[in-house]
């Protein structure tokens, strides 16, 4: 092998999570660097079929197939292509190459330094003090390579949020015209949803609070509507439903009381963001949904992926606190003690702090959901900073 200069492209792995987590996110990065930056992009991805539930034209049993110019490759041992080296190699979230892979690194390394990579592993996002020290540090390898860590945040001393340059400006246009949510409800087989009624979207893990917060809607001055998909956020509800989720199909309704149940179809990316931005309050989960949330500009729970010995509860307190600087100190402490009790699992606690979002309340969490992305942007998304850090390295 000669000592040329490296590919162009960048390859990304992303192993798949809890169904749409992990790949969620990688799949949106690898898009924006695709699209935005006009740089070619492999995605290696070991589960195609769960893969294929954000992006339903992708063919589960496909070895290689591009969308939106992103090469998607099915990564198996072995890899159903040669893997060349590109400019760029990102392992998301902490994903354990292949040894093949490992091994021309290795060569590449002793025989043709300028064809190495830049090595990183993309992190998860967290809003912890201690990211800014580690963000952007190399750990040396037992080949001799250096890998970086990439850490995502919400400061300019960390790696940026995910977002597209054109984001803010379509929610702003879909959500100026109050015809595009109900159009995008009747898309998706809901009925009976009227403009004046509250929609919440849930996509939660399993929780007691659930059933909680839908006992009080039922009881509501005004008509609720949940909007849930198929999945674990109705594994908590089975006493709600007429039969097995099994048996549920999308644009079924389920009525207790003045709150209607709406099982919703799967739906892809770009779906999804739309109906963050046509709810009124959005509970989500693990990273992807928990930004897009937050790009939404609509008040939300975050449903934190449960961790060993409730450090998943540091994590969400440092997030809690970042949100709520802006927030007059009442209403910050209803959202943030809302959102703990969800997290908890504090049936009677999660109704209480419900209920303290009066109208009244619930206006000012608007206006600051509204302001906060703007903010926690930080005037540079994650793939801006992700290319430039490329570039310094």
Same mark, same amino acid.
């Given at each position: 092998?000669?000592?040329?200069?490296?590919?162009?492209?960048?390859?990304?792995? @992303?192993?798949?999570?809890?169904?749409?987590?992990?790949?969620?996110?990688?799949?949106?990065?690898?898009?924006?660097?695709?699209?935005?930056?006009?740089?070619?992009?492999?995605?290696?991805?070991?589960?195609?079929?769960?893969?294929?539930?954000?992006?339903?034209?992708?063919?589960?049993?496909?070895?290689? =197939?591009?969308?939106?110019?992103?090469?998607?490759?099915?990564?198996?041992?072995?890899?159903?292509?040669?893997?060349?080296?590109?400019?760029?190699?990102? $392992?998301?979230?902490?994903?354990?190459? &292949?040894? =093949?892979?490992?091994?021309?690194?290795?060569?590449?390394? =002793?025989?043709?330094?300028?064809?190495?990579?830049?090595?990183?592993?993309?992190?998860?996002?967290?809003?912890?003090?201690?990211?800014?020290?580690?963000?952007?540090?190399?750990?040396?390898?037992?080949?001799?390579?250096?890998?970086?860590?990439?850490?995502?945040?919400?400061?300019?001393?960390?790696?940026? &949020?995910? @977002? $597209?340059?054109?984001?803010?400006? $379509?929610?702003?246009?879909?959500?100026?015209?109050?015809?595009?949510?109900?159009?995008?409800?009747?898309?998706?087989?809901?009925?009976?949803?009227?403009?004046?009624?509250?929609?919440?979207?849930?996509?939660?893990?399993?929780?007691?609070?659930?059933?909680?917060? @839908?006992?009080?809607? =039922?009881?509501?001055?005004?008509?609720?509507?949940?909007?849930?998909?198929?999945? +674990?956020?109705?594994?908590?509800?089975?006493?709600?439903?007429?039969? $097995?989720?099994?048996?549920?199909?999308?644009?079924?309704?389920?009525?207790?009381?003045?709150?209607?149940?709406?099982?919703?179809?799967?739906?892809?990316?770009?779906?999804?963001?739309?109906?963050?931005?046509?709810?009124?309050?959005?509970?989500? +989960?693990?990273?992807?949904?928990? &930004?897009?949330?937050?790009?939404?500009?609509?008040?939300?729970?975050?449903?934190?992926?449960?961790?060993?010995?409730?450090?998943?509860?540091?994590?969400?307190?440092?997030?809690?606190?970042?949100?709520?600087?802006?927030?007059?100190?009442?209403?910050?402490?209803?959202?943030?003690?809302?959102?703990?009790?969800?997290?908890?699992?504090?049936?009677?606690?999660?109704?209480?702090?419900?209920?303290?979002?009066?109208?009244?309340?619930?206006?000012?969490?608007?206006?600051?959901?509204?302001?906060?992305?703007?903010?926690?942007?930080?005037?540079?998304?994650?793939?801006?900073?992700?290319?430039?850090?490329?570039?310094?390295?």
């Amino acid at each position: 092998m000669t000592n040329t200069p490296r590919s162009n492209h960048w390859d990304i792995f @992303c192993t798949v999570v809890d169904n749409y987590g992990d790949i969620g996110v990688t799949w949106r990065l690898a898009k924006q660097i695709a699209n935005e930056y006009q740089i070619p992009v492999n995605l290696w991805v070991d589960d195609l079929a769960s893969f294929s539930h954000i992006l339903p034209t992708l063919e589960p049993l496909k070895a290689t =197939q591009t969308f939106n110019g992103v090469n998607i490759i099915h990564w198996k041992e072995p890899l159903p292509v040669a893997f060349v080296a590109g400019s760029v190699l990102i $392992e998301a979230f902490a994903c354990e190459l &292949l040894e =093949q892979v490992k091994a021309q690194l290795a060569y590449l390394h =002793q025989n043709a330094p300028k064809s190495v990579p830049v090595w990183l592993n993309l992190e998860y996002l967290s809003a912890e003090d201690w990211v800014e020290g580690c963000h952007g540090l190399p750990s040396l390898q037992a080949n001799g390579l250096k890998k970086y860590f990439y850490f995502p945040g919400f400061s300019a001393k960390t790696g940026g &949020l995910i @977002c $597209e340059q054109n984001l803010f400006a $379509e929610r702003d246009a879909w959500q100026a015209d109050t015809a595009n949510k109900l159009q995008l409800f009747t898309d998706l087989g809901l009925k009976g949803i009227e403009a004046k009624d509250t929609v919440i979207s849930v996509f939660s893990y399993e929780t007691e609070a659930l059933p909680a917060l @839908c006992e009080l809607w =039922q009881q509501s001055v005004e008509k609720i509507h949940a909007l849930i998909p198929k999945g +674990r956020s109705l594994n908590s509800l089975t006493h709600l439903l007429p039969c $097995e989720i099994a048996a549920l199909v999308p644009g079924q309704q389920i009525n207790h009381g003045n709150l209607t149940l709406h099982i919703l179809p799967m739906t892809d990316q770009q779906g999804f963001d739309r109906l963050l931005w046509s709810c009124d309050f959005n509970i989500v +989960r693990g990273e992807d949904s928990f &930004l897009r949330a937050q790009w939404a500009a609509k008040p939300f729970i975050w449903h934190i992926y449960p961790q060993e010995d409730d450090y998943h509860l540091v994590k969400l307190e440092a997030f809690l606190k970042l949100y709520c600087d802006n927030l007059p100190p009442k209403i910050a402490c209803y959202w943030s003690e809302l959102n703990l009790a969800f997290n908890q699992a504090q049936q009677l606690a999660v109704s209480l702090h419900w209920q303290n979002l009066n109208p009244v309340n619930l206006s000012l969490l608007h206006h600051h959901a509204k302001q906060w992305p703007i903010n926690a942007l930080n005037a540079a998304d994650l793939a801006t900073r992700l290319v430039q850090f490329v570039k310094n390295s």
